[in-house]
C-alpha cells in the first residue's frame, strides 16, 4: 500500500514520464541495496532480512532523477576527440 500511495504523490509531482524514471532509478538502488544486504549479512554471518524497505529506494531515485532533470547532475558525456575516435 505505501509505496503505491508514494508513486502516485511522486507521480503527481513529476509527470508520467517522470514518475517511470523515478520508478528506475529506484529499482536501481534496490537492487544495490539489495547486494549490499547480502555481501553484508553473508560475511557477518547474521540472518539477513527478508524484506528491503523499497520506498526509501524510491525516495532516493526520486531525489536523484529530479536533481539530475534540473541540471544539477550532468550526464556523463565523452569529450569530441574521444567520441570521434569511437567509430
Do not use: N, Q
Amino acid at each position: 500500500g505505501g509505496d503505491v500511495k508514494l508513486m502516485a504523490a511522486i507521480g503527481a509531482f513529476v509527470g508520467a514520464e517522470g514518475a517511470l524514471w523515478c520508478i528506475y532509478y529506484g529499482m536501481m538502488v534496490a537492487g544495490a541495496a539489495a547486494v549490499g544486504i547480502l555481501i553484508f549479512y553473508g560475511l557477518s554471518g547474521r540472518k539477513r532480512p527478508k524484506t528491503i524497505a523499497l520506498g526509501a529506494c524510491l525516495a532516493i531515485g526520486t531525489m536523484y532523477w529530479v536533481a539530475r532533470h534540473e541540471g544539477k547532475i550532468d550526464s556523463p558525456e565523452l569529450p569530441p576527440a574521444a567520441a570521434a575516435s569511437e567509430f
